[in-house]
């Protein structure tokens, strides 16, 4: 029920910042992508540092969107995004600009996970800087 619930937010989240810039629509697949994204990259160590954990989740959106635009775009030509009008895209479907706001949004996603694990079902307490403080702080309630 844990990892369903924080899908779910994680489908929500993609899907509102979907909506937000491409001007009010989305494509349900953004709902299943945006939930596995935010799945894989809350699996990541909270032992790494900070910034790998951002560079590990902008390869894991990068490579996501990759398989997903290849089958919905290019196999199933539902033309869901087309990125081919921008420089260093790899068949349209990602490219380098995205992959850096993936890096930066990737903080906010590790951030919301982290607070969702520790508000809702006991996690660590959330650590915003990029030291990892070795005192771990459980929710009690």
Request: aromatic share 14%; net charge positive.
């Amino acid at each position: 029920m844990k990892y369903f619930f924080l899908f779910l937010i994680g489908g929500f989240v993609y899907g509102a910042i979907e909506v937000v810039f491409k001007g009010g629509d989305t494509h349900l697949s953004m709902f299943i992508l945006g939930g596995l994204c935010f799945l894989l990259i809350g699996a990541l160590s909270r032992k790494m540092h900070l910034l790998l954990r951002m560079s590990a989740g902008a390869a894991i959106i990068t490579v996501l969107e990759f398989l997903c635009g290849i089958i919905l775009n290019v196999w199933l030509q539902i033309g869901v995004w087309d990125y081919s009008h921008l420089p260093l895209n790899v068949m349209g479907q990602i490219c380098l600009w995205f992959t850096i706001i993936w890096f930066f949004l990737s903080f906010v996603g590790i951030q919301l996970d982290n607070l969702v694990k520790w508000q809702l079902f006991g996690g660590e307490r959330p650590v915003l800087g990029l030291r990892r403080k070795n005192t771990a702080i459980k929710k009690t309630a």
